[in-house]
């Protein structure tokens, strides 16, 4: 046993692990290509221990070398794509509800839909606008909210029948849209324009802006939106200040879903 990894036997964590990730830390946007010599002071270690985390790596595929100088290879992206491979809808969305929010300073959400509703999987709240409090697995009738809408556009005509012959479209505000027809209507607007607003459907006062999500595979798999209360924003301002970044955040969960091949959506079964 040598030097470096005498204290490993005993110690609560695997020292030669921590100093290889180390090493892969060290190169950076200002090093992207360094010397031994570099790397060594980089990271603190002797040049023995970093020659022999160096070439560990050039062997695995994670370091190239040219003899001289030391640089990663993109085999190294696997790193982090483990990683977003293997968490949620949620936790890929939340911290782009949350940058969304510092800009805009209203509450966002993301929705999958459950049969003919939605249910919150992920929110940033700045402030109670509802009479019922909103959290991670509230549920809406997506016939009559933002994010319902925007995912009832977007499903073949066979589901969307199925959806709508099991909403009662029962008026909940006092905008709600309660017949069939109109309701379509509407649909095929979100569709084509590619997002949805809703005045004080769901509830008086309530006012909410919607875009949909799409998988690497181009497939809707949530919506994500900004809700405010009327007395701050009308319809036409949302549709001026709120939806532009609105769009961008949609476009940024999409980027990381597709780098992500099979997150959980955080959807319930049908």
């Not at 949620?88 to 949350?98: G, N, R």
């Not at 607003?197 to 802006?209: C, K, N, Y």
């Not at 998988?215 to 809700?227: E, G, K, T």
């Not at 924003?233 to 709120?242: G, I, N, Q, Y």
């Amino acid at each position: 046993m040598n030097a470096d990894d005498a204290g490993e036997a005993t110690s609560g964590h695997v020292q030669s692990l921590a100093r290889g990730l180390a090493v892969i830390r060290a190169f950076d946007e200002a090093h992207p290509e360094m010397t031994l010599a570099e790397v060594a002071r980089a990271t603190e270690l002797s040049r023995a221990a970093a020659r022999r985390f160096l070439h560990t790596l050039v062997h695995l595929g994670y370091v190239w070398t040219d003899g001289r100088v030391f640089a990663l290879t993109p085999r190294v992206l696997e790193l982090g794509f483990a990683y977003l491979s293997s968490v949620s809808l949620p936790e890929i969305a939340q911290p782009h509800l949350e940058a969304l929010v510092a800009e805009v300073h209203e509450s966002a959400s993301v929705s999958v839909l459950d049969g003919t509703d939605i249910v919150y999987v992920a929110r940033v709240p700045t402030s109670r606008i509802m009479t019922v409090s909103i959290n991670i697995g509230t549920r809406f009738p997506a016939y009559a909210t933002s994010m319902g809408r925007t995912l009832l556009a977007q499903l073949p005509a066979d589901e969307l029948d199925e959806r709508l012959a099991g909403s009662d479209l029962a008026p909940l505000g006092p905008n709600t849209i309660t017949a069939e027809a109109a309701l379509r209507a509407e649909l095929d607007r979100i569709r084509e324009q590619g997002w949805a607003l809703v005045d004080q459907e769901l509830e008086a006062g309530l006012r909410s802006i919607a875009a949909p999500v799409r998988d690497r595979s181009d497939r809707v798999v949530a919506a994500v939106n900004i809700s405010s209360h009327a007395s701050r924003t009308t319809p036409d301002e949302a549709r001026e200040r709120l939806l532009p970044p609105l769009l961008d955040t949609a476009r940024r969960i999409e980027a990381d879903l597709r780098v992500a091949p099979n997150p959980r959506s955080g959807a319930l079964p049908r």
